[in-house]
């Protein structure tokens, strides 16, 4: 077995910084031998990424600017990346965004403003960016994405965003249903509680980690490398028979009952 990803290209979206689980994705992608194309939000971002990008050793990665909720965008990035490198081999969607007061408190007081975000940067984005994606896999691909327990039970105070992880899981079963035809697979990794630049500010934080640390089967958190592996995995030959489905990287908490 060939573990090397010479030669094969991989879109790396949702680097925010050298926390960002997309950069855990993208660091063991490289040491694989991935060539790598960045997306990010905007140009506020641009140089922070380029900088953290210019660390790995011998990649000579592509960047592009791309808001997810922006459909012209997504099909912009896409035809661009499609003209500058012509066959793509797999993407990881690594975004997620919510409306902070809509990470306290109940779920019940959500506004529809705060839902419709929600769903729109964290789910909608998903077939947006697979349909755009997809296309340039002509050799067969890998779409990952990255979920969380809050989507499959109550979360406390992850509230709106539980809903559109559910929404998330959901839409990357029907796309690797309709994508399989065509050789794609798509499947999410459901990673244990991560100290980012997402969760910073997040009350209770702490307690989260805490409790995973005395409660997990392994009774320790996981790392943004460990979740950059099992993307390796996903994002590889090596889970050709797998689509469709969930991993948990969560140091076994999700079986507790
Ligand atoms: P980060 O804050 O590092 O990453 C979140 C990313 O989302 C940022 O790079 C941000 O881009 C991007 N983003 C937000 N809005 C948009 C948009 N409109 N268009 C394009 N990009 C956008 O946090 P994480 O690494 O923690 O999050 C990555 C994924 O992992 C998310 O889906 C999250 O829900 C999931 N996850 C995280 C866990 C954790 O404990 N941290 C646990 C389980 C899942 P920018 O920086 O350019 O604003
Ligand atoms: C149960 C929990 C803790 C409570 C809920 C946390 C939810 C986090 C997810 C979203 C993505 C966080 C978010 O949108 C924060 C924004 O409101 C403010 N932050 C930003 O704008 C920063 C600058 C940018 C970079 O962030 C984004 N997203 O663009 C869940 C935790 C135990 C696990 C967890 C943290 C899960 C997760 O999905 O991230």
Known sequence: MNFS??????????VANKRSIAWGVARSLHEAGARLIFTYLNDRFEKPIKDLAATLEGQDALFYECDVTNDQAVSDTFAQIKEDVGTIHGLAHCIAFANKEDLQGEFVDTSRDGFLLAHNISAYSLVAVSKAAAPLMTDGGSIVTLTYLGGERVVKNYNVMGVAKASLDASMKYLANDLGKHGVRVNAISAGPIRTLSAK????????????EEEAPLRRTITQEEVGDSAYYLLSNLSRGVTG???HVDAGYNILG
């Open 5 to 14: 990803l010479e030669g094969r290209t991989y879109v790396v979206m949702g």
């Open 201 to 212: 500010g997040i009350g209770d934080f702490n307690s989260v980690l805490k409790k995973i």
């Open 245 to 247: 489905e969930i991993i």
